[in-house]
């Protein structure tokens, strides 16, 4: 019995140790790395190889797309001052969702999901607002879940933990660097 075609958009290696297990009964699951966001590039390098490294765990497909900061900034210009969680996290979540979408089509996928909203930094209602958004504008589906249920955000830190793999401290855009660091 063929399984639906998954494109899971995966934003860390830590976000990507638990959800990929709750999708593979179900879904034929491929990790799609798309974190333009990422600030500096040598974070982004690193969450990359985390997302990587469960993605082979798994031993699932890993596509990485184009890293495009300043296209990021482009769709988040005048957000900086924005709280965490309020708009510019929004057009954040769009930009990348948006991406990953356009791969799906593309590539022939029948269902998009985001490792997202296992982190208690995203709101998971902002999340699925985008990708329900986004599923009717690209005629693919979205499988829009609070990864956080049945302590998923704890389980996903203590697998990444094992696993040892890099581990963040702050959301990832400069925005949120600039916070966590108090300049």
């Not at 879904?27 to 799609?32: A, G, S, T």
């Not at 990587?52 to 300043?70: H, K, N, W």
């Not at 930094?121 to 956080?148: C, H």
Request: aromatic share 12%.
């Amino acid at each position: 019995m063929n399984r639906p075609k998954l494109l899971l958009h995966a934003c860390c290696g830590v976000c990507s140790s638990y959800v990929p297990e709750l999708l593979i009964p179900e879904f034929e699951v491929c990790v799609y790395y798309e974190n333009s966001n990422i600030y500096p590039q040598e974070e982004y390098f690193k969450r990359r190889e985390a997302a990587r490294t469960m993605a082979e765990g798994f031993g699932l497909p890993f596509i990485e797309a184009e890293y495009s900061p300043d296209a990021w900034d482009e769709a988040t210009l005048g957000h900086a001052e924005d709280a965490e969680r309020g708009p510019r996290c929004k057009l954040c979540i769009n930009f990348r969702l948006d991406r990953t979408f356009a791969f799906a089509r593309q590539e022939g996928f029948d269902w998009v999901a985001t490792t997202l909203s296992v982190s208690r930094r995203k709101s998971v209602d902002q999340i699925n607002e985008v990708g329900a958004l986004l599923a009717k504008n690209y005629g693919v589906s979205f499988l829009g879940r609070d990864w956080k249920k049945k302590n998923g955000e704890n389980i996903s830190q203590e697998r990444a933990k094992d696993a040892g793999i890099y581990r963040q401290d702050y959301c990832g855009c400069k925005y949120s660097l600039k916070k966590r660091i108090g300049e």
